[in-house]
Each structure stands twice: as structure tokens, then as C-alpha cells.
């Protein structure tokens, strides 16, 4: 990966539908070029996918929050397919810690919420914590800020 990619993951996480004309220009590449490379970080995994951001609170799920969940690891071949097929939770993690797992979830309602997390409580102790806010959302990571603060990449494009 180069400033060129770098650059590239960056204005596509500011905006995913940007046309390739645009992206190009603003890379100085051509359309062709900037389309192989754009190719060559999907195949090797750099992109993941490009996606949509819905707002939560408009489209009528303003409820969101983070369980913690104690589950044991007996149970992760019942838990797994049972949260990866309710539209309700948003994302998993398996973490360290005291408690195994943490979810992040979004509901219409705190009523919508306790039914899941009573449901979620067969498998073992919970905590839960609402969100408020949302003052700096996941969508992006600074890549290019980050290696350049690293020196990884000069500003000039230049690899250290």
C-alpha cells in the first residue's frame, strides 16, 4: 500500500459513491489506473465492501445500546447463529475481559430492548449500556493520518 492507495481508502470512506472520474482526478491518476488499484485493494482485502449508512433515529430505531454478555464457550454454536440472524443486533465481538462477548444493538423502543435482552439472558449474565450519542461515528479509520504520523508515509507520497 501506497500514498496513492492511502489516499484512495480515504476519500472513499468520506463518501462511497464517489465516481471513479472524481477519485482519479483528485489522486492524479487516469480512470484505468485508478480502477486497477481500486481492484487490486478489494482482492487483497484492504475493502471490505462499500456501504450504506442508515440514521438510526430516523428510520425509527433511536434505542441504541452495548450488551456485555458472560457466555460460555459451549455455547457459542447456539449464540452465533442466533444473533447473526436477528436484524436487531449490528454488530459482535468476542472480547477479553470479564464478560465474552459485546453487542452493539439498535431497537424502536426501551420496551423492544429488555424483551431482547430478557431472550439474550438464557445464554448468561448481561450488562447493558444506552447510548446517548454518537459524537464520532466508527465508519472511518484515519489510515492516512496514521502513517504519515507514524512515518510510515511521507506527505510527499514517499514510503520511510
Sequence with gaps: MD?????LITLLQKNARMP???LANRVYLSSPATAARLEKLE???YIEGYHLRVDLKGAGFPVVAFISLDLSP???PTFYPAIQQNPNVMECY???GRFSQLLKVAFPSTEALDIFINELQQYGHTQTQI??????????????????????????????
Design 43 to 45: 482482492k487483497s482485502g
Design 131 to 160: 447510548a446517548f450519542s454518537n459524537p464520532k461515528s466508527a465508519s472511518d479509520i484515519g489510515l492516512q493520518d496514521i502513517f504519515e504520523r507514524d512515518g510510515l508515509i511521507k506527505r510527499n507520497g514517499q514510503r520511510s
Design 20 to 22: 471513479l472520474k472524481e
Design 94 to 96: 468476542c472480547i477479553t
Design 74 to 76: 459451549e455455547q457459542k
Design 3 to 7: 500514498a496513492i492507495d492511502l489516499k
